[in-house]
């Protein structure tokens, strides 16, 4: 959506819809890693609305890049991206209708709780079927029994205890660095300090007391 049309679909009274709006800055160019990410689950959360049996024209998704409408940036003092706003059929957007991307992060998920909060719409989120993982259990299954297969008249190095040490060692470490605490709770990228406007990595502050969690345990 460029200039013209955000100011005649959104901007121009009246509307008998909501509109939510996803500011971001897809080109190469740009560098823009996370407008990425966050562009994938905001197609997922559109598209389990158009696709739900419970759609109806109360509310439309659509998206602005800064390239094709950096006059609309300018208007509404937009200086970040990405950057998700409500605009509810009447009245001017309101504080609670720019979503908290540093805080609740940009799943799907979360955006479709908000959007529930600010039109009363309720979207289910449908996720495509992902099947990297089955592959990849199915590669990893296949190289042990292949590696078995070759070594089947040698397996003495299956009671190596110092082998085993070091796979559990690796195991122990994985699990403390933090990346299963990622998974689980699945944490912004970043986070902004409320009090002087920094903005902080909350997967390098984890890391790092992590640690400094082992290296002191090791002391």
């Known amino acids: 959506m460029n200039g013209d049309k955000f100011r005649k679909f959104i901007k ?3 509307r008998n819809y909501s509109m939510i709006v996803m500011f971001t800055a897809l080109q190469p160019q740009r560098q823009c890693s996370v407008c990425r990410q966050a562009n994938e689950e905001y197609q997922i959360l559109a598209n ?3 696709y739900s049996s419970a759609f109806c024209n109360k509310l439309f998704f659509s998206m602005v890049d ?8 300018q208007q509404l003092n937009m200086n970040s991206a990405p950057t998700f706003m409500h605009f509810p059929p009447k009245g001017r957007p309101k504080r609670a209708d720019t979503f908290d991307l540093q805080r609740i992060g940009f799943a799907a998920e979360q955006l479709a709780k908000w959007i529930a ?4 719409v309720h979207i289910r989120v449908f996720r495509p ?5 089955t592959i990849a259990l ?3 299954v296949s190289l042990v ?5 070759l070594r089947r008249n040698n397996l003495e190095f299956i009671y190596n205890k ?5 796979v559990s060692l690796c195991i122990v470490f994985a699990m403390t660095s933090g990346q299963m605490w990622n998974h689980i709770r699945g944490p912004p990228y970043a986070h902004k300090n409320p009090h002087n406007g920094q903005v902080v990595s909350v997967f390098s502050n984890h890391q790092y007391s992590e640690l400094n969690m082992i290296l002191n345990n090791g002391k």
């Open 12 to 14: 121009a009274p009246p």
């Open 48 to 50: 389990s609305w158009r």
């Open 66 to 73: 800064y390239d094709e409408g950096t006059d609309v940036f």
């Open 117 to 120: 909060d600010r039109t009363d």
């Open 129 to 133: 079927p992902n099947y990297s993982g």
């Open 138 to 140: 199915a590669l990893l």
């Open 145 to 149: 029994g292949g590696l078995l297969y």
């Open 162 to 166: 110092t082998g085993w040490a070091m």
